[in-house]
């Protein structure tokens, strides 16, 4: 009777140490899980920050690009302008000479 009583008390204790072996199994997958979400939401919502930083660059690369046409449809504007000035004076500076000479 001695030796089923220590058999008895031996499977007692592997069932207990199974059940507590496996309560802390699941404690520590709730845990990682918990912890895997929160890097998770940290990675996504640093992604989002990204993404929205590109937006951002992108909506003044296009403003730039813009402002860059505008200034080179002036800057012709002016060339031209500058050309025909530059004919101007040098008539007059040709009428001046011939003034002179006489």
Avoid: P, W
């Amino acid at each position: 009777m001695d030796a089923s009583i220590t058999a008895i008390i031996g499977i007692a204790c592997t069932i207990a140490g199974a059940v507590i072996g496996y309560s802390g199994f699941l404690r520590t997958a709730k845990r990682e899980s918990a912890d895997n979400g929160k890097h998770d939401g940290t990675v996504l919502s640093e992604l989002a920050h990204c993404n929205a930083g590109i937006d951002d660059i992108k909506a003044e690369l296009k403003d730039m690009r813009r402002t860059n046409s505008e200034i080179l449809c002036r800057l012709t504007a002016v060339e031209a302008s500058a050309k025909q000035a530059h004919k101007r004076i040098d008539r007059i500076e040709g009428l001046e000479d011939s003034r002179e000479k006489e």
